[in-house]
Antibody
Framework: QVQLVQSGSELKKPGASVKVSCKASGYTFTDYAVNWVRQAPGQGLEWMGWINTDTGNPTYAQGFTGRFVFSLDTSVSTTYLQISSLRSEDTAVYFC??????????????WGQGTMVPVSS | QSVLTQPPSASGTPGQRVTISCSGSNSNIASNTVNWYQQLPGTAPKLLIYNNNQRPSGVPDRFSGSKSGTSASLAISGLQSEDEADYYCTTWDDSLNGWVFGGGTKLTVL
C-alpha cells in the first residue's frame, strides 16, 4: 500500500546533528513532492518546506534556513531531513508528508508516522 | 502566532453538529483552496477535507467543508466519541510562498 515510513526516535545532545529518513513505497516516488512538518510538544503543526523529488530542489520555509537540509536518494525512494547544531527548541516530532509537485496545489494525502527528536543534555 | 486563526477548543455531545472556523486573509484562504486534517492523540495527521469541500475515500460524509472569502469551516454532524481529536486547517499563502496552518482546534466529545 501507499505509505511513508520514517526512521525511529533519536535522543540528541545540544550541538549535535540528526538525520531523519522518510521511505516511500506503493507509488512512483518522483511523481510527488515530500513535505516536512514540525510539531513541538503540545503545539500545532508547522510547515518546514518541501523537496521536489523529480529535480531534487529543496525549498525551505521562513525559520528553517541554515541548519535544516532536505535531501533525497531516488534509488531507495527516500528523503532525508538533516538538522545541525541542535538546540533544545528543536525538540519536536518531525513528519514527512506526500504532496503535489506543484506546491501550491493539492494536499498532504499521505503522512509518515513521525520521528521524535528530543534534544537534551 | 499562526497565520490562520482557529478557536483553540470546541465541544459537543454525541449526535450533535459542531463547526470549526478558520480565518485567514486575501493572500491565503481567499486565493487558494483549504484542506483540513484530523490528528488523533499520539498519531500522525490524516487528510480529512481537501480542495475546500472534497472528502478522500474512506472519510465519512459526516465531515464537510466550506469556504467563503477569507474564512473556511469544517462541520461534523452526528458527532461520535471517536471524533475527539485535534483539527487543523491549512492553505497556501501567496505572500509567504508556502503552506500555513491554523493553530489547531481540540474537539472534545462530552
Amino acid at each position: 500500500q501507499v505509505q511513508l515510513v520514517q526512521s525511529g526516535s533519536e535522543l540528541k545532545k545540544p550541538g549535535a546533528s540528526v538525520k531523519v529518513s522518510c521511505k516511500a513505497s506503493g507509488y512512483t516516488f518522483t511523481d510527488y513532492a515530500v513535505n516536512w512538518v514540525r510539531q513541538a510538544p503540545g503545539q500545532g503543526l508547522e510547515w518546514m518546506g518541501w523537496i521536489n523529488t523529480d529535480t531534487g530542489n529543496p525549498t525551505y520555509a521562513q525559520g528553517f534556513t541554515g541548519r535544516f537540509v532536505f535531501s533525497l536518494d531516488t534509488s531507495v525512494s527516500t528523503t532525508y531531513l538533516q538538522i545541525s547544531s541542535l538546540r533544545s527548541e528543536d525538540t519536536a516530532v518531525y513528519f514527512c508528508a506526500r504532496g503535489s509537485l506543484a506546491p501550491s496545489y493539492g494536499a498532504f494525502d499521505i503522512w509518515g508516522q513521525g520521528t521524535m527528536v528530543p534534544v537534551s543534555s | 502566532q499562526s497565520v490562520l486563526t482557529q478557536p483553540p477548543s470546541a465541544s459537543g455531545t454525541p449526535g450533535q453538529r459542531v463547526t470549526i472556523s478558520c480565518s485567514g486573509s486575501n493572500s491565503n484562504i481567499a486565493s487558494n483552496t483549504v484542506n483540513w486534517y484530523q490528528q488523533l492523540p499520539g498519531t500522525a495527521p490524516k487528510l480529512l477535507i481537501y480542495n475546500n469541500n472534497q472528502r478522500p475515500s474512506g472519510v465519512p460524509d459526516r465531515f464537510s467543508g466550506s469556504k467563503s472569502g477569507t474564512s473556511a469551516s469544517l462541520a461534523i454532524s452526528g458527532l461520535q466519541s471517536e471524533d475527539e481529536a485535534d483539527y487543523y486547517c491549512t492553505t497556501w499563502d501567496d505572500s509567504l510562498n508556502g503552506w500555513v496552518f491554523g493553530g489547531g482546534t481540540k474537539l472534545t466529545v462530552l
